[in-house]
């Protein structure tokens, strides 16, 4: 069964906290989104293995460690996810990057592909999928299943702030995809937004609103 990791980690709640506050500008939330980023990446990838590797150290000889074989992926689902992608490649620098290209419909708030591009060998990588927000779960489900399409079976789904509604269906549509966020909030309101949350992530990102 797909779990949920909260990270609670006091540096990404203070950077949560001035991330909600609607006087938060462009600037600073765009910045502060890729620090969150990079923090959750560090969790996220805490259980990656390590294989002893043999080097030599300015004084002797030693048996260190390094990761083992482990090819990674990030695909960001645009437009928002983009800004949790390069907290993530600032740890992981080698990691390729995909993209899904989305919107909500207004009407049925349900996800619209417009874009999609994956690295040739993404099915033998682990795959953390971007988005800020998880809210009705419909654009995570469809990302990962496009992921799935190209063969991937080692996904997981790192978000900033998470409504359960939406938890709910990304665990009951894929139970083998853990979801990572720094918080979960109340509830949605009537417009599939998420309560308290901090508003619409993309136009804070890019200042399009």
Do not use: W
Request: hydrophobic share 40%.
């Amino acid at each position: 069964m797909s779990q949920l990791h909260i990270v609670n980690h006091p540096l990404v709640q203070h950077k949560l906290t001035i991330m909600r506050n609607k006087k938060t500008g462009t600037k600073d939330f765009r910045e502060l989104l890729m620090e969150i980023g990079m923090l959750m990446g560090y969790e996220l990838t805490s259980d990656l293995p390590l294989s002893p590797i043999e080097i030599e150290t300015p004084i002797c000889k030693m048996t260190a460690c390094e990761i083992s074989g482990k090819k990674l992926a990030v695909v960001p689902i645009l437009r928002a996810g983009l800004g949790m992608c390069d907290g993530i490649l600032k740890l992981l620098p080698v990691a390729k990057v995909g993209h899904i290209g989305m919107y909500r419909d207004e009407k049925t708030h349900e996800p619209v592909f417009y874009y999609c591009k994956m690295p040739e060998d993404i099915q033998q990588r682990m795959v953390i999928i971007t988005d800020p927000m998880l809210a009705t779960g419909g654009s995570a489900i469809a990302a990962i299943t496009k992921i799935k399409e190209y063969g991937c079976t080692n996904i997981r789904l790192m978000c900033l702030v998470a409504a359960p509604e939406g938890v709910r269906k990304v665990q009951a549509a894929h139970p083998d995809v853990d979801i990572f966020v720094a918080a979960l909030d109340d509830h949605l309101n009537e417009n599939a937004y998420i309560v308290p949350g901090l508003g619409d992530a993309g136009d804070r990102i890019f200042g399009t609103k």
